[in-house]
Each structure stands twice: as C-alpha cells, then as structure tokens.
C-alpha cells in the first residue's frame, strides 16, 4: 500500500536502514502493552525503518524480502513480517530474521520433509513368478526407470527428485538417449540428463558396476512416481530373503513393452562364488565375484533378470517400505539352473558421497547471519 492507501499495479522498492535491537524493542513497547504477545518483539525478528518515518513496508508488502547487499550480491535477510501505522514516526517495520530458520530452510530445500519412498500404493503379489516373471500394475513399481542407451535398452531406479540410480556397465559415460519413468509405455515421463556420476571408471570386470545421474528437471512425484528408499546401517541381507525385481528386458523369448517384474531369493555368497567358477575360468576378471556383489535366484533356474533388466533394482523390503539393496549387474544364461543373476552390492557404495548435500546455503546463511547480528547490537 502506498501513502494514498492504494494498491500500486507496478513494483516498488524502497531502501530503509537496519534499527538496532533496543531501539526497536523500546519503540514498541511504547506503542503496545509490554506482554501482549501479539506484539512481542523476540530474537527471530529485527526492525528497519526511519525514526521520522515517511519510508516502510505496509500492508500488502507482508512475505516479500528484506534483502541486504554483500560483494554486490543480495541475500534474504528477512521477510516483511508486521508493524503499527506503517511509515509514522518513532514506528518500524518488523521482519522475521531468515537466519534464525537457515537449517530448516536448508532440510526442507534438500528433501528432509520426510519425502516418502519405497511405498507403492499398488502390491505386487508374492506368489506370481523378466524372465518368469509377472506384469507390474501401474503405480506398484513407481521407482521403475526405463532407459534408452547407446546400444540397447536398460533399467534404472528413482532415488530422488533430479536423480536416478542405475549400473555403469550399459553407460560408458555416455548419457542415455531417453531416460522415461512410471510403468507402462502409455504413462510414462520423459526427462532429460544433466550428467553422469560414477564411483569409479567401469571397467570389463562389473566390479563397482554402480552410476548415478542427475536430470535436468526435478521428476514430479505421484503414484505412478516415487523414489526408491537408500540402504542404511541397520538394513540386512538375510540369505533367502525374497528382493524384488523389475524390468523392461528380455523375457523368454523378446523384449516386452509393459514392465515386468519377478521376486528371487537372496543367495549366500559361497554358493554364488562356487556357481561362477564352475561357468568360468577362476581366474578371468571378467567374471569375478567380488564383495561388492551378490547373488538372487533359484538353483532350479526359470525365473531370473536378464538382458535389457540391467541396471535396475533389486528392492528388500523393510517394515513395508523397499529400498535400493541392489542393481542388476551381470550373469551368465540367466535363467538357467544352477546359474544367478549378480548384482551390486547397495550398501558396499556410499552413493551418498556422489549425492553430496549442498552447504552453499547453510554456510551463506551463518556468515550473513553473523554479520547482522554484529549490526543489531
């Protein structure tokens, strides 16, 4: 509102100097009853303002920044907030001092708003058996990636909202021609790759076989569309245990257009490590099973990931949420008896080292912070 109580159709700026804290907290005490807390000045506020006044922030301006200047850069330092007769003399403005809610912004900006993951709104059934496997409902596998790459197709998980997790053997560092998310051709949303992140250089040998890549737009989540949850310390790989597993790839005989999904059991690692031997010289580091790795799959074989499924998850299931406990890497014959499907490890990787938590705001908020409050009192 300007002086003539009008709404102006056109922005306006003004410039007001910073009041130090007593100044600001006897003037309202004079104008207010000291303990109403309607009108109580605390540490999460500052004033600005002339003592002639003529020059403020009014109604209508509420929410809008006070922005200081440092380096010729700006930064929020409050948010026009409240106030008694705008613009009079011996009044102030009232701001709420941003720094005050600097780790706050930061968790909410950063995805700690308690994001939900790992909880489809469909079930998959546990007793249908891609090879072997099953028809996904929409909305039961919302993690689900579909990949175009260079030479083939491949899966990829969700894993936040401008990330995807997935191997690096279908990659080579070259981003995938369509990266699409949801369930079934007719659904799905297409987005673009900003870049590829890798623990270390793929090589021939699937160890490290792990990449992630970052979008260039932020995925909108729904129920078609979620993230996959992280491994954490206290999740466990428990021989047996049943993980779920997904995929566009190759089915008996040819490449389906719906996703398909198949559930296989953990296999322990001796059993796996003496599989491969069997199939391949013990000493190729084509095929060396590493600690890095584990096996899925049934000794009786028919039911397996195979080409085409690479790179996207095998989910655990934790007090029914599923999280990233692998990614589907190699195998040889998949399907066959006495061969499993090998994947990394999700917890023998910090991919939380590649999806590293900005502090640019935190650490601006602190020194600008320190700063005001030098000016204050």
């Not at 910073?18 to 009108?39: G, H």
């Not at 995807?164 to 673009?192: K, M, Q």
């Not at 949850?229 to 995929?247: A, E, K, M, N």
């Not at 322990?268 to 069997?278: P, Q």
């Amino acid at each position: 509102m300007t002086e003539d109580k009008k709404i102006p159709t056109k922005l306006r700026f003004v410039r007001v100097p910073l009041v130090k804290d007593d100044v600001c907290r006897k003037s309202i005490e004079k104008i207010t009853n000291e303990t109403s807390e309607d009108f109580k000045f605390t540490e999460n506020m500052f004033c600005a303002g002339f003592p002639e006044g003529g020059r403020d922030s009014c109604s209508g301006d509420g929410g809008g920044a006070f922005a200081l200047e440092n380096n010729n850069q700006f930064w929020a330092a409050g948010i026009v907030s409240w106030g008694v007769n705008c613009g009079e003399a011996g009044k102030y403005g009232v701001y709420t001092r941003v720094a005050q809610y600097s780790g706050w912004i930061n968790d909410i900006m950063e995805g700690k708003c308690n994001t939900v993951c790992g909880r489809p709104t469909v079930t998959t059934s546990v007793h249908r058996r891609i090879i072997g496997g099953q028809w996904a409902a929409p909305g039961s596998i919302p993690w689900q990636v579909f990949l175009t790459v260079q030479y083939g197709r491949g899966g990829a998980a969700v894993i936040g909202s401008r990330w995807i997790l997935t191997a690096a053997h279908g990659l080579n560092a070259v981003l995938p021609e369509h990266v699409r998310v949801g369930s079934e051709f007719s659904i799905i949303v297409s987005v673009e790759c900003e870049k590829i992140e890798v623990i270390v250089k793929h090589n021939r040998n699937f160890n490290h076989d792990i990449a992630l890549i970052k979008l260039k737009q932020h995925i909108t989540f729904n129920t078609n569309i979620m993230p996959l949850c992280l491994p954490s310390r206290d999740h466990q790989y428990i021989p047996d245990t049943y993980g779920l597993v997904s995929g566009f790839g190759m089915t008996e005989t040819k490449f389906p257009t719906n996703l398909k999904f198949v559930r296989v059991p953990l296999v322990k690692d001796d059993v796996c490590r003496k599989s491969i031997e069997k199939l391949t010289n013990e000493t190729s580091e084509d095929f060396k099973f590493t600690e890095n790795m584990f096996c899925a799959g049934f000794p009786e074989g028919g039911r397996d990931s195979c080409s085409g499924d690479g790179g996207g998850a095998f989910a655990l299931e934790n007090n029914n949420q599923f999280w990233a406990a692998g990614i589907v890497s190699w195998g040889v014959d998949c399907g066959e008896a006495g061969k499993y499907g090998v994947y990394t490890l999700g917890k023998s990787v910090r991919t939380h080292r590649i999806i590293k938590r900005p502090t640019n705001l935190l650490v601006s908020f602190k020194t600008h912070a320190e700063e005001l409050d030098a000016r204050l009192t």
